[in-house]
């Protein structure tokens, strides 16, 4: 197992960065509450209204919109633990995510490709899953395998097994998924407990995550919610991760942006914790800005550090692990 070096530590030197000071962050976190208790969040699915419900929340079914009380809010970040594992098919390589530990993964998803034996621009097939499993089992400072490419020669509705599937026979790194529903969890869950060596295995090292994106502003779609019941009943490792876009489906500020951001993250990790108190979940980014001229995400700029800073810090002050993509 693998502990990375920290970073932020005052004791080692390591690199910090906080936007925000403490103030800032209760001010954050007390806006995200009141989004979360005045406006809610619109849920797609009737099984995640009822989960809601049952829980406490009032829930408007014929608009489908939830409010989350805050007292449910806190009860969830208690909740979640401060520290989770991803687990590979070699237990050398598995990591602990956990307060001020850095880690590094590919990014996902690629729709096309360069081919490196051609020279030919085309879309991806299983093949080039295998490569990029390899070369990012090669790599020494790659911790983990996300989803590289996605390959378009076998059937879609099944997509999302086959390429699992075939990064996890390829490296010995923990591999993320791409599933969007409940019968990918299900499936992805049952091949993973095989590879594990059975059900006790499994739960012991669960050698699969799962990761999801709330809608901005404000919806959690049936997909969302379907793969945060499934991997919270399955005690799986879930990221929930907003893409909200600064000045697009988002506030135009850093703090308006942020106050969104929080409350679509935590609306998931409130759902989770619903489920199965004390379930592993990670607080996720790819929140950046939208260039306002070309109306695309700006990807690699200096907003989106800013943004990935600030988040890395609400995630710290909630003692949650963190996930930044996008950098």
Same mark, same amino acid.
């Given at each position: 197992m693998k502990r990375n070096l920290h970073a932020g530590r005052p004791s080692s030197g %390591?690199? +910090? *960065?906080?936007?925000?000071?403490?103030?800032?962050?209760?001010?954050?976190? *007390? =806006?995200? $509450?009141e989004v979360l208790e005045r406006t809610g969040v619109w849920v797609e699915a009737d099984d995640a209204l009822a989960i809601f419900k049952d829980g406490g929340c009032p829930v408007d079914r014929e608009t489908r919109m939830v409010r989350i009380p805050p007292h449910l809010v806190e009860e969830a970040i208690r909740s979640a633990p401060p520290k989770n594992y *991803?687990?590979?098919?070699?237990?050398?390589?598995?990591?602990?995510?956990?307060? %001020?530990?850095?880690?590094? /993964?590919?990014f996902d998803e690629g729709i096309m490709v360069v081919d490196l034996r051609t020279g030919e621009y085309r879309h991806p097939v299983l093949d080039d899953?295998?490569?990029? &499993?390899?070369?990012?089992?090669? $790599? #020494?400072?790659?911790?983990?395998y996300e989803s590289a490419v996605h390959p378009q020669d076998v059937p879609e509705e099944t997509a999302t097994l086959h390429k699992w599937e075939a990064a996890i026979r390829n490296t010995g790194k923990p591999v993320g998924t791409e599933a969007t529903s409940a019968y990918d969890c299900r499936k992805l869950i049952e091949m993973a407990t095989v590879i594990a060596g059975g059900e006790d295995e499994f739960h012991r090292r669960p050698l699969i995550g799962f990761g999801?994106?709330?809608? =901005?502003? *404000?919806k959690l779609p049936r997909d969302v919610t379907e793969v945060?019941?499934? =991997?919270?009943?399955?005690?799986?490792?879930?990221?929930?991760?907003?893409?909200?876009?600064?000045? %697009?489906? /988002?506030?135009?500020?850093? &703090?308006?942006t942020l106050v969104l951001h929080n409350a679509e993250v935590l609306s998931g990790?409130?759902? &989770?914790?619903?489920?199965?108190?004390?379930? #592993?979940?990670?607080?996720?980014? +790819?929140?950046?800005a939208m260039d306002l001229k070309l109306a695309a995400a700006t990807? %690699? /700029?200096?907003?989106? &550090?800013?943004? =990935?800073?600030?988040c890395a810090q609400i995630a710290k002050r909630y003692l949650l692990p963190s996930f930044v993509a996008g950098l």
């Open positions: %390591g690199l +910090s *960065l906080n936007v925000f000071t403490e103030a800032e962050l209760d001010d954050i976190h *007390l =806006s995200s $509450l *991803l687990c590979g098919r070699d237990p050398d390589h598995d990591i602990v995510l956990e307060a %001020g530990r850095v880690y590094f /993964s590919n899953v295998h490569d990029a &499993a390899r070369l990012v089992d090669a $790599l #020494p400072d790659i911790d983990t999801v994106c709330p809608v =901005s502003p *404000l945060v019941i499934e =991997s919270a009943r399955a005690w799986c490792p879930d990221t929930v991760l907003s893409m909200a876009m600064a000045g %697009g489906s /988002s506030p135009v500020t850093l &703090a308006g990790i409130v759902l &989770a914790q619903l489920v199965e108190r004390g379930c #592993p979940v990670t607080y996720g980014t +790819s929140t950046t990807v %690699g /700029s200096p907003e989106l &550090a800013l943004f =990935s800073a600030a």
